[in-house]
């Protein structure tokens, strides 16, 4: 497995061509994960390792990825530290305790492995239906993205609350981001033990923070992360969605960075190309027009990499619940063929 396209292309090997995926490939777009969501809820979906497995490979099945990525989500981690979640139909996920204060955090539990056997049971059987065609990737979400979520309740415009604890009581917001880290770890290690092929750090709200805090509040916590999971052949991915400084991931032991569609990956190139390989970025919203302006608005990115490598090609962000089925086959199809012409 180890010498799949993907994961060869994370790790800054040569490749024929370069390897395609999008963020939330198991979702909403797909009539099939309609079907199955029809007939049970969110989190009954992500608890069934059975039905956590097919909608994973359904995307491979039907689009043509290059790899999957195990159907689950980030907020199971604060969830088996003791938050109460509940996905709320049409307004997504929220949690009826949030943190509120320095007990709240010293109650959460830090010893997830045991709560979250049920993603590692998926991750096995996906591993068995798959059969080697595409690696598997794990995910987290960052602390701070979790921490986010855990104090906001919910998801946010502002962000008011988290960032409050941040200004405002720097030790508790570390205490806090401490815990999720040593959450996050022990969950990611036990991916890896089921045999993941590759993971994914998702920092959704880094953007939220200003610069200057980014490294203290969050980097800090995701190298440490990466550092503690690395092993030999494993390529971790973070995807730092907002940042505009991306110097300061040149440091990061992370093999991969991925890029939103706000920023030029052109001029990122220039700042991280040779050092970490970039994953992204095309708008999902591109999906939503005709085949002509997406393999056009493709091929700009492919141009923008230079077609040489050091590239894994995805959205800037999750693909959209209405993108039509025919644009992203289209869209795939457009990048197998045309990578290779320059490789
Ligand atoms: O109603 C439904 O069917 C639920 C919709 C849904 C889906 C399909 C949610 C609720 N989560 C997921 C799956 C999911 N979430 C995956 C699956 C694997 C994949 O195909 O990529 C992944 C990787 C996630 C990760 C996730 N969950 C993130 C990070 C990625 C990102 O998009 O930034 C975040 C921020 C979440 C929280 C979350 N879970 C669900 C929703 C609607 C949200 C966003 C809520 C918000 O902030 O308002």
Same mark, same amino acid.
């Given at each position: 497995m180890s010498e799949h396209l993907f994961l060869k292309a994370c790790r800054?090997?040569?490749? /024929?061509? %370069?390897?395609? #995926?999008? !963020?939330?490939q198991a979702g909403r777009y797909l009539p099939e994960y309609r079907a199955v969501r029809a007939r049970h809820d969110f989190l009954t979906m992500c608890k069934t390792p059975e039905l956590a497995a097919e909608i %994973?490979?359904?995307? $491979?099945?039907?689009?043509?990825?290059?790899? *999957? $990525?195990?159907?689950?989500?980030?907020l199971v981690v604060p969830e088996a530290m003791g938050l109460s979640l509940k996905i709320v139909e049409s307004n997504g996920p929220a949690f009826d305790n949030p943190v509120k204060s320095g007990g709240d955090i010293d109650r959460l539990n830090t010893n997830v492995a045991g709560k979250l056997e049920y993603v590692y049971e998926a991750v096995r059987l996906t591993k068995k239906l798959l059969n080697g065609r595409v690696p598997l990737i794990g995910f987290a979400g960052a602390p701070f993205t979790l921490a986010a979520y855990m104090v906001e309740g919910k998801g946010? &415009?502002?962000f008011e609350k988290i960032k409050t604890l941040i200004f405002k009581e720097p030790a508790l917001a570390h205490k806090l981001l401490e815990k999720i880290t040593a959450s996050v770890i022990e969950y990611l290690k036990g991916k890896i033990d089921a045999e993941c092929d590759a993971i994914q750090i998702f920092d959704s709200w880094a953007g939220v923070l200003p610069p200057d805090c980014y490294e203290e509040f969050s980097l800090n916590y995701i190298n440490r992360i990466v550092s503690e999971i &690395?092993?030999? =052949?494993l390529p971790v991915i973070v995807f730092p969605r907002g940042i505009r400084n991306? /110097?300061? !991931? &040149?440091?990061?032991?992370?093999?991969?960075?991925?890029?939103? #569609?706000?920023?030029?990956? *052109? =001029?990122?190139?220039? %700042?991280?190309?040779?050092? &970490?390989?970039?994953?992204?970025?095309?708008d999902p919203v591109i999906l939503l027009s005709d085949e002509k302006k997406i393999r056009s608005e493709a091929g700009k990115v492919l141009d923008k990499m230079g077609r040489d490598g050091g590239h894994v090609f995805n959205l800037g962000h999750g693909i959209l619940p209405e993108t039509p089925i025919d644009n992203i086959k289209a869209l795939v199809k457009f990048i197998k063929e045309e990578s290779n012409k320059y490789h």
């Open positions: 800054n090997e040569k490749t /024929e061509r %370069t390897p395609v #995926w999008v !963020m939330r %994973t490979v359904q995307p $491979i099945d039907i689009i043509g990825f290059d790899a *999957a $990525i195990i159907f689950s989500d980030i946010s &415009k502002n &690395k092993r030999d =052949k991306f /110097e300061i !991931m &040149k440091s990061s032991p992370c093999d991969v960075v991925g890029v939103d #569609w706000e920023s030029d990956l *052109a =001029k990122i190139k220039d %700042t991280l190309g040779g050092i &970490k390989v970039l994953q992204g970025n095309m």
